[in-house]
């Protein structure tokens, strides 16, 4: 006689409220052990629950959207008793068993659960979103998921994507690659062995996760780079003469806890620069904190590890906290949380050289700070040139959400702020 089983959600490892993005099964479908019930979503992968038994569905229990947990009830399956061949392999019941809490009933054979290891599998080195059947099936046909128009919600690929893909290279024509509703036309594939001796090299994961993210936000935000310059002479002087006192204390006092105060009051200042667009673009989330991002070299590629609080903190707090989150980050140390939360975003070249450049948006941010390089430049004062120390300023943004007007004034009140610290006390 056929029993009705509550399927619930498994053990998906250091996951929680995450997304229902797709029900791949209605009430009434007969399913085999193993065969995918829904898939759901975090922002680090996409990951589908099968089902634990072969049976028919009964009431589904989530819907698409819902934030679930480990032990919600996903839906009701009506099960035939298992058959000897049907049961769990020996050497798996005893893991199962040894796995048990002391005192906890035997429970029917949980489904196959994939551990936090496969959960980062399945983020590592792919880019494009899209579920695993998806990608199976992609996979089957060795279609390159990257390649493939993404027409799902949130830019996720679906199956006819794919088979869109399929069918437009059968016919001889190059897919396109689209973000959203734009196309855009495919770069043509370059055999570069026809000119030479070539190696390929395997991007690392934090070049291809940052890599999808900063092209991303490249196509979604409109961007414009206001440039400037800040008197920094006094400020340098300043720091100089607190080196040794930070010494003293462990630390090494650069510009870049200087120009995190400095963003700090000026986000406070401008809060439009403090915002995010909403989603529907009709309004602007307003942040009543300021955390910023400090973009990071590391041997692996650009990390953007966020410092939060920073108008509450003082410079050598913000000094020894830098330290300790860029060494992190070269450690390959940072965790999720790490890189989340932020406002506004500093990117520092200064310690390498260049004299301008134009740094991406890090969305959903609204604005990022370029740095460069300071040089001593002989500066007009009214009657006489003066050797000062100026400092190039980059401030990217998103038009969609600041003026060109705003973006000016944003650039003119840092440099006044670093022209003249005392500024931030007011
Ligand atoms: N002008 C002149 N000198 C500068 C400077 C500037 N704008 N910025 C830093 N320096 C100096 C520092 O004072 C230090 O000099 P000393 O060794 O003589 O004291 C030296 O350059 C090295 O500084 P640093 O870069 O190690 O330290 P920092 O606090 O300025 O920056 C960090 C820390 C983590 C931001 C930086 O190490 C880093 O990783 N920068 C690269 C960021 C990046 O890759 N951005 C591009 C992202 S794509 O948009």
Not at 108 to 135: E, F, K
Not at 149 to 175: C, H, M, S, Y
Not at 253 to 266: D, E, G, N, R, W
Not at 315 to 323: Q, R, V
């Amino acid at each position: 006689m056929a029993n009705l089983i509550e399927v619930l959600l498994p053990d998906i490892g250091d996951f929680h409220n995450v997304e229902v993005i797709e029900i791949l099964v209605s009430p009434g479908d007969r399913v085999e052990r193993d065969s995918s019930l829904i898939t759901l979503e975090s922002d680090k992968a996409s990951l589908e629950i099968p089902s634990p038994q072969a049976g028919e569905v009964g009431e589904i229990k989530v819907r698409l959207g819902d934030k679930v947990n480990v032990g919600d009830l996903v839906l009701t399956l009506k099960v035939e008793p298992e058959t000897p061949g049907e049961a769990a392999e020996p050497a798996e019941d005893a893991a199962l068993e040894a796995a048990r809490a002391p005192g906890e009933k035997a429970r029917q054979r949980p489904p196959v659960m994939p551990t936090p290891a496969d959960m980062a599998g399945i983020a590592r080195g792919r880019n494009a979103h899209a579920s695993p059947a998806v990608r199976r099936f992609a996979r089957e046909l060795g279609v390159d998921l990257n390649r493939a128009a993404a027409t799902g919600p949130k830019g996720r690929v679906l199956k006819e994507d794919v088979q869109t893909f399929v069918k437009q290279a059968l016919k001889g024509e190059r897919p396109a690659l689209t973000a959203g509703a734009f196309a855009l036309p495919a770069l043509p594939e370059v055999d570069f062995s026809k000119y030479g001796k070539v190696e390929f090299v395997p991007l690392s994961r934090i070049k291809k996760l940052s890599g999808a993210h900063l092209h991303r936000c490249w196509l979604n935000l409109p961007h414009v780079t206001q440039f400037g310059e800040a008197d920094i002479t006094e400020l340098e002087a300043f720091r100089l003469g607190l080196r040794g006192e930070a010494e003293q204390s462990g630390l090494k006092l650069t510009l870049m806890p200087f120009l995190m105060k400095a963003c700090a009051a000026a986000l406070k200042a401008m809060p439009e620069f403090n915002s995010s667009l909403a989603p529907d673009g009709e309004s602007l989330v307003m942040k009543k904190y300021v955390h910023i991002g400090v973009a990071v070299d590391t041997p692996n590629g650009l990390v953007v590890p966020v410092i939060r609080d920073l108008d509450r903190k003082s410079l050598f707090e913000l000094a020894a906290e830098l330290k300790a989150t860029s060494g992190r980050a070269r450690d390959g140390k940072l965790s999720p949380a790490d890189l989340q939360g932020g406002c506004f975003s500093i990117s520092s070249l200064g310690g390498i050289g260049g004299t301008a450049f134009t740094p991406i948006v890090n969305a959903p941010e609204v604005a990022v700070l370029g740095v460069s390089r300071a040089e001593t430049k002989p500066v007009w004062n009214g009657s006489e040139f003066r050797p000062r120390l100026m400092l190039p300023l980059s401030l990217s943004y998103d038009h969609r959400v600041i003026d060109g007007a705003q973006g000016a004034r944003f650039v003119v009140l840092l440099a006044s702020l670093l022209g003249d610290i005392r500024r931030l006390l007011l």
